[in-house]
């Protein structure tokens, strides 16, 4: 079946330091989201991205979907506490858009 | 708009006992899914549906079942509850697949002894 991996599952950084986790689909997709959770939250939608090697930037979070649109990655630079919290990324599988394919996630410990 | 509302937000059940998670959202979106979060996991699709009156299966839609009559009500059933069940669940919402995000609730965590 389809599947949405992400690496690495956990990543523990000092605060300062920047964060990267990458996400790859078996599957050409038609777009790619992201979403943060919070510990003990729920999903927060961040962005979605749809052009093949699209980069979009919040704040200190750059975007990356990928030339082939099967892969992805989001870079945290120069990470705070309130970023703690699972990074997953999430995919429409190109001919099936009826429902999102989630990624397995990436679980972000900032230390102080 | 108060967006996608999840109630309860906790249940402990007895094995073999029913409950209805329910759902509603006010933003008039047409898809509705139910995920399932086991404890540092990700999200498991269990139902969704397109639109009132339709829906369809996800990964794991054994044990549970679901209806839409309305745009904002998708309740989801779990029977003969076990506990494999045990989890936290998570309606969403969305304008569509390919435009925007999903709105999510608050999440129902759900204990089965």
């Known amino acids: 079946g389809q599947q949405v991996m992400q690496i690495p599952q956990y990543q523990h950084v000092q605060e300062g330091e920047d964060f990267t986790t990458y996400c790859n689909s078996s599957t050409t997709l038609s777009n790619i989201q992201w979403y943060k959770q919070r510990p003990g939250g729920h999903p927060v939608f961040l962005i979605q991205l749809v052009k093949s090697g699209e980069v979009k930037k919040q704040k200190r979070l750059t975007f990356q979907f990928g030339e082939a649109k099967k892969n992805s990655s989001l870079h945290i630079t120069a990470t705070q506490t309130t970023d703690v919290g699972t990074y997953f990324c999430?995919?429409?599988?190109?001919?099936?858009?009826?429902?999102?394919?989630f990624g397995t996630g990436t679980r972000l410990q900032v230390f102080p | 708009n108060a967006g996608v509302t999840q109630t309860p937000k906790f249940r402990i059940l007895k094995i073999g006992q029913s409950m209805t998670l329910q759902c509603t959202q006010d933003m008039n979106h047409n898809y509705m899914y139910w995920y399932r979060q086991d404890p540092g996991m990700g999200l498991k699709l269990i139902y969704y549906s397109v639109g009132a009156g339709i829906t369809d299966k996800g990964e794991v839609p054994n044990g549970y079942n679901v209806s839409r009559s309305t745009t904002e009500d998708f309740p989801l059933r779990l029977e003969l509850a076990a506990p494999s069940q045990t989890s936290v669940y998570f309606c969403a919402s969305s304008f569509s697949t390919g435009i925007g995000g999903y709105t999510f609730g608050s999440g129902t965590r759900l204990t089965v002894v």
């Open positions: 999430a995919g429409t599988p190109l001919g099936n858009t009826d429902k999102l394919i």
